[in-house]
């Protein structure tokens, strides 16, 4: 995998990111050469054609992330595909419209940009097809072998078997419980943890991950440290399930692993960079979307009785309580009768015109309010009820360490989870949030703030 972000990118979607770029960008400049009456030369290094080039490569780019193409990249219907790609080209030409009132001087040629795409589209088709059936199979998997079946390894297991594009393959455990042969989590049992050495030289693996839960007796430390000086890279479970499931496992989680912690953010420059930049952004944010609010609390105001703003306290920083704002979803009286309850998915306490403006995240714009005031960040862990935290501290371990930076308005378990009222989903939260705490920093906080741009583009709202 690659790191981008502090995100972990299976290869064979950074492979497919980069090839595609250097297609589409061939495409623009082949029909530069076609279509042009100058030299398009002159045009491409002289004129500023090669910028306007990029503009067009990284506006079809981002309309393949936004359809979500590169989230999934395994061809199922080469119509579907044709269809998809399609969407991308028109994104690109909305966008080139948009640039067009922004400054016309940015702006590729009418004829060259309605070549290129044509050409871009079909190479780019073409290209997911040949990728898929050829390419995938050329750069192969990294191989994994589980030593130990523990809880983390089942859920790494799970995890693998739900995602075949990240490029991981399970070739098999060893453990003492489970009778030889036996099939968990789409692979095999292959011996006992005895059998290390010879398992290893009939599977020839690129990683072993190590997840026994009792090791004094049973840890084959002699064995895994001559394949590790051999080449073949040694982790814990742990580790593998943060860089394979981007969340920190709570499952098998020791207070000393995060007392002796050497990377267990967060940093103080990040946090007070985070700071500096959250504020200049809810500032942009109440500038610019003013005139939407404005829309947004009337059809509050019109579409139900009672108050347009929502004020509710929450738990932010170190535990302390704090005023969150949002307009208003609910109905005036929601919960008068059951009292402070989890939103379920089809909630029945919502208005018809709430129901809209979660899922466009319409509700949430009140909250550039709170990060001015310093009460929450643009980017962090959600901030939840009182009455919920006093429960969730008591049952989940661990939960009180959310507190420890700013509350966000979005956060990296919301752009990764499902919406959940349970207390398993709540669980896997916490994970989020506790990779997030770890690894906060300006770049992760721009990749959130991407993907949730992506997220309301896509009417996907809240989770």
Known sequence: MVRLFRVGVPTSVFVLLVSEALLLSCAFILAAFAVLEVDPTVFLLYDGGVGRVLIAVFSVLLGLH??????????????????????????????????????????????????????????????????????LRAIGSERLLFVGRNAVVEEIAAFLARRPELGLTNLGYLDDAVE????????????????????????????????????????????????????????????????????????????????????????????????????????????????????????????????????????????RHFTLYKFRSMYADAEARTGAVWASKDDPRITPAGRWLRRLRLDELPQFVNVLKGDMSIVGPRPERPEFVKVLTEKIPFYRQRHAVKPGVTGWAQINHKYGDTIEDTVTKLEYDLYYIKHLSPALDLYIIFQTLKTMLRLRGAQ
Not at 86 to 112: E, H, K, T, V
Not at 199 to 210: A, L, N, Q
């Open 180 to 319: 030889v042969g036996s099939l968990w989590n789409g692979a095999r049992v292959l011996g006992p943890i005895a059998k290390l050495r010879e398992v290893v030289e009939e599977t020839r693996p690129d990683r072993i991950v190590v997840g026994i839960s009792e090791r004094r007796a049973r840890m084959p430390v002699y064995d895994l440290l001559d394949l590790r000086f051999s080449g073949i890279v040694i982790e814990e479970a742990a580790a593998a399930y943060e860089a394979t499931c981007g969340r920190i496992s709570a499952k098998e989680l020791r207070p000393a692993q995060l007392i002796f912690s050497g990377e267990l953010g967060p940093r103080p420059g990040h946090v007070r960079f985070q700071a500096l930049y959250s504020f200049l952004i809810a500032l942009a944010g109440v500038i610019v979307s003013l005139p939407l609010m404005l829309l947004v609390a009337a059809a509050v105001e019109l579409s139900s009785r009672g108050p347009v703003l929502y004020c509710q306290t929450r738990v932010g920083l170190n535990g």
């Open 66 to 135: 936004f359809l979500d193409l590169y989230s999934d990249i395994r061809v199922r219907s080469r119509i579907a595909l044709l269809l998809e790609v399609g969407q991308a080209f028109g994104f690109a030409f909305l966008a080139q419209a948009l640039i067009n009132y922004l400054n016309p001087d940015w702006m590729l040629p009418r004829w060259l940009m309605i070549l290129g795409c044509g050409l871009g589209l079909l190479a780019v088709s073409a290209w997911r097809v040949v990728y898929d059936v050829v390419v």
